[in-house]
């Protein structure tokens, strides 16, 4: 594997192309305007600065991972010597339907087509190709250059030989790969939406404030970040949606998500990115922000 294509150049697309390129990798890195992609290698920049002064990477080494990353705006040009593509646009079935016909049509016969996807099936996005023993989950985790764990999602039909191809590939890139089954919220997810949701249930009906909870969390249990600082870190709109696939797909009140996520969403208060969600992250940065019932 030499040439790797990342669809998507945003929080996550950004860090793959980054981990890609730093181990040797070409990297053919897409999105939709010249304006996302120039956002993505400044990110990128700034990273492999804090490794420079983490003494992780020689001055060298950042420009050669530089000078490993080609952009493009055509999905097309993108993807013709593609030995793998990782998608890592919205989390929206409909969106990544669209893009896995594309590259299925256009790709390379014997290229990977993975997706980076926090929680929608791989079985059902394969099913948009004509290839699905070769399209495979690789669900990285958020800051992707600092996290080691790379979720692998087998789908129904995903084969053996996809599966090792990219295992082994994660682990030339020192990252530790863990293989999950395509059932909803594989098992990250599963595990870490219903405890933010009871988080914000036990905000909700006021049994502590927000501080309170996530120092609970960090002192009691040892986590390294409260649930609700977690949350507005991962994006409260990407939990809304984990949690609607969770409930969805189990079909249990368990996975509903709590009213006051819901409201937060509509509201436009999505955490870090918008710089407001259970913290404001404007002027006064971590204060919890007062909220009304
Ligand atoms: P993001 O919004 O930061 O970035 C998405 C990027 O995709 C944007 O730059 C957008 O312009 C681009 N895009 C949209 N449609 C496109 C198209 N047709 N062609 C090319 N580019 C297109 O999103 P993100 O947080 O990086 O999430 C990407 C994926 O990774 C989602 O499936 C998400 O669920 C998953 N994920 C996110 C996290 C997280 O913590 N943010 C963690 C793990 C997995």
């Given amino acids: 594997m030499k040439n790797i294509t990342v669809v998507g150049s945003g929080a996550m697309g950004s860090g793959i ?4 390129a730093q181990y040797g990798y070409n990297v053919n890195l897409v999105d939709l305007s010249k304006e996302a992609l120039a956002l993505a290698m400044v990110k990128i920049e700034n990273n492999l600065d ?15 991972t530089l000078d490993r990353i080609s952009l493009f705006t055509e999905l097309k040009e993108a993807i013709k010597i ?36 926090s929680s929608l099936s791989i079985t059902t996005i394969a099913a948009f190709t004509k290839r699905p023993e070769k399209v495979i989950g690789m669900h990285f985790m958020n800051p992707v250059p600092v996290m080691r764990l790379v979720e692998i999602i087998k789908g129904h ?13 994660t682990e030339q890139i020192e990252k530790v790969p863990l293989v999950a089954a395509d059932y909803p919220g594989f098992v990250a997810n ?7 949701n009871e988080a914000i249930e036990a905000l909700f009906q ?27 870190f991962i994006g409260l709109d ?23 996520l819901r409201n937060l969403v509509a509201a436009g208060n999505l955490g870090v990115k918008t710089k407001r969600g259970f913290y404001d992250y404007s002027d006064n940065p971590k204060q919890p922000i007062p909220l009304q019932f």
């Fill in 17 to 20: 192309a980054h981990c890609f």
């Fill in 50 to 64: 804090r490794q420079l002064k983490k003494e992780v990477l020689t001055v060298e080494e950042k420009t050669a």
């Fill in 82 to 117: 593609a030995d793998l593509v990782v998608e890592a646009v919205a989390e929206d079935q409909a969106v990544k339907a669209k893009i896995f016909a594309q590259l299925d049509a256009h790709a390379p016969q014997d290229c990977i087509l993975a997706t980076n996807t």
């Fill in 157 to 169: 039909q995903t084969s053996k030989n996809t599966v090792e191809t990219i295992t082994s590939l």
């Fill in 190 to 196: 599963r595990i870490l939406l219903p405890m933010i």
């Fill in 206 to 232: 006021g049994v502590a404030e927000v501080e309170a909870i996530d120092e609970m969390m960090k002192l009691g249990m040892g986590h390294p970040m409260g649930p609700l600082r977690l949350a507005d």
């Fill in 238 to 260: 990407v939990c809304l949606s984990v949690l609607e696939v969770l409930h969805q797909g189990f079909g249990k009140d368990k996975y509903a998500p709590c009213p006051l």
